[in-house]
């Protein structure tokens, strides 16, 4: 799992423009799935502007052609444990996390050993990343297993200091120490340890101990690189970091770091039977949680075969979905964006995005009303007659649904291409907009 060291002791470029905004809006992380936000602002003249015109995020073909392939190698080689390790960390890099862990049970399956029980940690680290109690019991159990296993001790201290960082992103100090003292046992030597110690003490306010502790990393760096840049790519960018410490620089606490989903209880309570991994069934849709400044993050109830894409830039979080079959059949674009607008009206948005489809050739479908848990949404349908039966250009589609939220300070704009009338797509729509929440992860005061 990529560190992401360098945002330690650095502020999210864009967090001071939303995160003024959501912080004020958004209620506290709840210890069941998160409740919408309350509804309460501060009042303001000013609103952002709309950034609907931004590129949005990459395309996932690539990663979609990788996926493809990887299976078909796998479902040739049943028995062939790399394989199912390589498409299982696919899976997780596109966030079908369900498929993700069902691909490294089987690798588990095949031979129970360091790799295959890292594979299965690293996922279900993705994949309950917003347990209550913290990061994954399941990929703490994983990563016991690995140690067990393990003929590199640092490769397995490392998988315990890459959960520990998951739990220090959420506030958990106490549980990303004791998993940090796991990684110590293993590893007494290596300063990536000591380091990330001293960023949960600093970060919680215990300056002296963090400068005790980033000492104790930047000698036993010299130890490993006297004078030179390390060869290891965690600890190359240690050093700055640790002097910063040194000087009592206070650490940023990074907060979540990439969407997550909570795991049905059946693909880590229990191992599977040998042979029976594959058999798991996988849900047709899941709840994904998408970070969208420091503390704040959103859920949305998409298909849990689509793979996903999130950018962020200083306007809007932007995401883009695929489905298994790729962008040519399908695709979502999503933005999110802040307003503060005192009396934001989603319905004449919504109004607004409808009499922009403005091609003679397309058929745009009246307004729709979407009942939720808080307020409303609206969506409408566009299509193509003259489409039918005839394959479309590239980069064109017959079908066309849009949808609109708000849930205070954001408004979600949803809009998803298809090739044919698609009642799935359309239903998924209506399920995610059903589902927009904005909430705030709770950390230490």
Not at 7 to 30: F, I
Not at 247 to 259: D, H, K, N, Q, T
Request: hydrophobic content about 45%; glycine content about 6%; charged content about 20%.
């Amino acid at each position: 799992m990529p560190r992401l060291a360098e945002n330690r002791l650095r502020r999210h470029p864009w967090g001071t423009v939303l995160l003024t905004l959501a912080a004020a809006a958004c209620a506290t992380k709840p210890t069941s799935p998160p409740a919408p936000v309350a509804d309460r602002s501060e009042k303001t003249q000013a609103e952002a502007s709309t950034p609907l015109r931004e590129a949005g995020a990459d395309s996932l073909e690539p990663l979609l052609h990788d996926l493809e392939e990887a299976q078909t190698a796998a479902l040739t080689a049943p028995d062939d444990q790399d394989r199912w390790v390589r498409l299982a960390a696919l899976f997780t890099q596109a966030f079908r996390t369900q498929e993700a862990a069902r691909a490294a049970w089987r690798a588990v399956e095949i031979e129970p050993n360091f790799f295959s029980w890292t594979s299965l940690g690293n996922v279900l680290t993705q994949g309950d990343i917003l347990m209550s109690m913290g990061a994954s019991v399941g990929a703490f159990q994983a990563y016991s297993m690995a140690a067990q296993q393990a003929t590199e001790p640092q490769l397995a201290a490392r998988n315990f200091l890459n959960l520990a960082y998951r739990d220090f992103g959420l506030g958990h100090d106490q549980q990303a120490l004791e998993l940090i003292a796991e990684a110590e046992k293993l590893s007494p030597s290596d300063p990536m340890v000591y380091f990330d110690k001293a960023c949960v003490l600093s970060a919680g306010g215990q300056t002296e101990a963090a400068q005790a502790q980033a000492n104790k990393a930047l000698a036993l760096l010299n130890d490993v690189a006297p004078g030179q840049t390390p060869a290891d790519p965690a600890l190359a960018q240690m050093r700055p970091l640790a002097e910063a410490i040194v000087r009592g620089e206070p650490v940023v606490r990074p907060g979540l770091l990439s969407a997550g989903e909570m795991l049905p209880e059946r693909f880590w309570a229990k191992p599977p039977n040998r042979g029976s991994a594959l058999s798991l069934p996988i849900d047709e849709a899941s709840d994904r949680f998408f970070p969208l400044v420091p503390g704040v993050a959103m859920r949305l109830r998409v298909p849990s075969t689509w793979a996903h894409r999130q950018k962020v830039t200083e306007k809007a979080i932007h995401l883009r979905l695929a489905p298994p079959d790729g962008e040519a059949a399908s695709y979502a674009e999503i933005t999110l964006f802040p307003t503060l607008k005192e009396n934001f009206n989603l319905k004449q948005a919504a109004e607004a995005g409808r009499q922009s489809i403005t091609q003679p050739h397309m058929k745009v479908g009246a307004l729709m009303p979407i009942e939720r848990k808080e307020g409303l949404a609206f969506w409408f349908e566009s299509h193509d007659p003259s489409a039918k039966g005839v394959q479309p250009k590239a980069g064109s589609y017959a079908r066309i649904w849009q949808g609109f939220a708000f849930t205070r300070p954001f408004v979600m704009s949803a809009t998803w291409f298809g090739q044919r009338h698609d009642q799935p797509t359309q239903d998924s729509l209506l399920a995610m907009m059903k589902s927009f929440e904005v909430f705030r992860m709770e950390t230490p005061q």
